[in-house]
Nanobody
Framework: QLQLVESGGGLVQPGGSLRLSCAASGFTLDYYAIGWFRQAPGKDREKVSCISSSGGSTNYVDSVKGRFTISRDNAKNTVYLQMNSLGPEDTAVYYC???????????????WGQGTQVTVSS
C-alpha cells in the first residue's frame, strides 16, 4: 500500500514562499519517482513537477520553472516542493503521488491523498 501524506500548505501573500512536504507511510520512497500535482477551482488536475527515484532527474511544467524546486531526502522518507515567488495563479490543492517514472506515460501508484491547500492572496 503506497500512501503519501501532504503537508505545508497555507495562506501566503503574493511573492511569498512555501515548502510542501510529501511523507511516505508504510513504504520507502527510495524506489519511486514522485510527482507533485495541483488542482485549482474549475481546472483539471495538473502535473507540476516530478523527481526521479534517485533524485538525479527533475522536470517542471513551464508555468513554475524558475520558481519551484522539487527535492527529496530519502533518509527522511520525504519529498519536498519549494515554492517561491508565489502568485494567485498558484492557488490550488496540491497532491503528491508515487509514479512509475517522470515521463509522459507515467502511471500513478497507489491512491490519491487529501492534498494540502495553498492559497496565495493579499
Amino acid at each position: 500500500q503506497l500512501q503519501l501524506v501532504e503537508s505545508g500548505g497555507g495562506l501566503v501573500q503574493p511573492g511569498g514562499s512555501l515548502r510542501l512536504s510529501c511523507a511516505a507511510s508504510g513504504f520507502t520512497l527510495d524506489y519511486y519517482a514522485i510527482g507533485w500535482f495541483r488542482q485549482a477551482p474549475g481546472k483539471d488536475r495538473e502535473k507540476v513537477s516530478c523527481i526521479s527515484s534517485s533524485g538525479g532527474s527533475t522536470n517542471y511544467v513551464d508555468s513554475v520553472k524558475g520558481r519551484f524546486t522539487i527535492s527529496r531526502d530519502n533518509a527522511k522518507n520525504t519529498v519536498y516542493l519549494q515554492m517561491n515567488s508565489l502568485g494567485p495563479e498558484d492557488t490550488a490543492v496540491y497532491y503528491c503521488a508515487a509514479l512509475t517514472y517522470c515521463g509522459n506515460h507515467y502511471l500513478v501508484l497507489g491512491s490519491w491523498g487529501q492534498g494540502t491547500q495553498v492559497t496565495v492572496s493579499s
